[in-house]
């Protein structure tokens, strides 16, 4: 092991991820109406979480806290049931924090930086030199041994990883600017007017909410907002500013300094962005690469058997083109293009689907029709369903995103909707 490596190893050991896994994400709408963003799936056998949590044990960050809120059954159930195996296998610690209402304070988190201010009890039970504070609801790849590095190096208070977007999509962000030695100079929360970057006009800098605090900073800080009786109590909106502001040592690192591969961030927190970014995995050469070996994502292991294509007869069988299918799926005389199949999934005979992406256990019965469809898990698509062809057919009865894809789930199938986990039905009473 080099130098360097021995160093980030060294930093990783002092430090603790605290993982913001809290809020409902209202911009998904039907798909968060019974679980938590973190919670969704992605990519079909994944959960949104397992991105930030794979990126930890790369990093060799053993010691998390996953801070929870909104309807998170469904996520504490995966991470107990799958991640459990920190605690064993690699010798850390994976410590769930639901919100606590203090006996003082009728509220829940007020903020990202009030989850962790009303948590300080719990996570200085550790002993920490650095906290890595992460959002529990972003898809990228990245090497967290680079932020600490950079954050002991430059003895900073808080280190901000950041990204470069399109200078029209970067109203929605943290844009900042950058100064001598990487220095944070300016930031400003989802500005009208962002500014670009000095050397590349179409583009503007911006947090992607990832942080790593020095802990007797973060404690002084998280003190000082929560006193602050016009703060939101939020690191975007008023921690990470005011930090600026005052001169406090605030260092960037880019994604691109600490990606494994080619940089890769997506924050899938609207049903278009969760399609488009499920479908561009389908591509001949993703940016984001799940088979890549050297940085794989884990997640929790389903007991089901392998994915099945059946044919009926001579003359018939299935035809499956830039799609991908999960474990335990079953396709039978069917065309498949573009599609993303979530675990144990069920296509019957005479179906025709492009660009979908089913969520896990769904059933799609015979001669079928899907275009453009996002179909939530659970459901059972009938007979002779055609979405995707008709838009003010699909309007009176599903939801139609801005961008035209077509959201069903099973309320609106005329399904009773309830929680319902992920696992094979064959297994679900097992547990």
């Known amino acids: 092991m080099n130098s360097s490596r021995q160093l980030r190893s060294s930093l990783a050991r002092q430090t603790q991820a605290l993982i913001l896994a809290g809020g409902r994400g209202a911009r998904l709408k039907m798909l968060t109406d019974w679980r938590a963003k973190p919670a969704v799936p992605f990519g079909g056998q994944f959960q949104v979480i397992d991105f930030a949590l794979s990126n930890c044990l790369h990093s060799d960050v053993r010691r998390i806290a996953v801070l929870t809120q909104y309807k998170s059954h469904s996520l504490l159930r995966h991470l107990m049931l799958g991640w459990n195996r920190l605690n064993s296998e690699y010798g850390g610690l994976l410590d769930l924090i639901p919100a606590q209402q203090w006996l003082e304070d009728e509220t829940w988190y007020q903020g990202t930086a009030d989850a962790i201010y009303q948590s300080l009890d719990i996570i200085e039970s550790h002993d920490h030199k650095y906290f890595l504070v992460l959002a529990g609801d972003q898809i990228y790849t990245m090497d967290y041994g680079v932020m600490l590095d950079a954050h002991a190096g430059g003895r900073a208070d808080i280190t901000v990883a950041c990204n470069k977007v399109r200078l029209a999509e970067a109203d929605q962000f943290g844009v900042m600017e950058i100064g001598h030695g990487q220095r944070v100079v300016g930031f400003e929360e989802k500005p009208a007017n962002p500014k670009p970057m000095p050397d590349d006009p179409g583009h503007a800098l911006v947090s992607m909410g990832i942080y790593v605090f020095s802990a007797d900073y973060l404690r002084r800080t998280l003190k000082r907002d929560a006193a602050d009786d016009t703060s939101s109590h939020d690191f975007g909106n008023d921690v990470i500013p005011y930090a600026v502001r005052s001169g406090h040592n605030v260092q960037a690192v880019l994604l691109e300094q600490a990606s494994p591969g080619r940089p890769y961030w997506r924050d899938v927190g609207t049903l278009d962005a969760l399609f488009k970014a499920n479908l561009e995995l389908l591509t001949d050469d993703p940016v984001l690469d799940l088979y890549n070996r050297k940085w794989p994502i884990f997640t929790r292991l389903h007991q089901s058997p392998p994915a099945k294509f059946c044919s009926g007869g001579a003359g018939r069988g299935c ?28 296509v019957d005979s005479g179906c025709r689907l492009e660009q979908v992406v089913a969520l896990p256990n769904c059933h799609i019965e015979e001669g079928c029709r899907l275009t453009g469809v996002l179909v939530d898990n659970g459901c059972q698509i009938p007979s002779g369903t055609i979405i995707g062809e008709d838009r003010s057919y699909d309007e009176a009865r599903f939801h139609v995103t801005e961008d035209g894809v077509v959201v069903v789930n099973r309320e609106m199938l005329g399904q009773k909707h309830r929680y319902q986990p992920v696992d094979p039905p064959h297994l679900s009473g097992l547990h």
């Open 319 to 346: 035809s499956i083109s830039s799609s991908a299918v999960s474990i335990g799926c079953v396709v039978t005389d069917s065309v498949l293009h573009q599609v993303m199949l979530g675990s144990d999934c069920r």
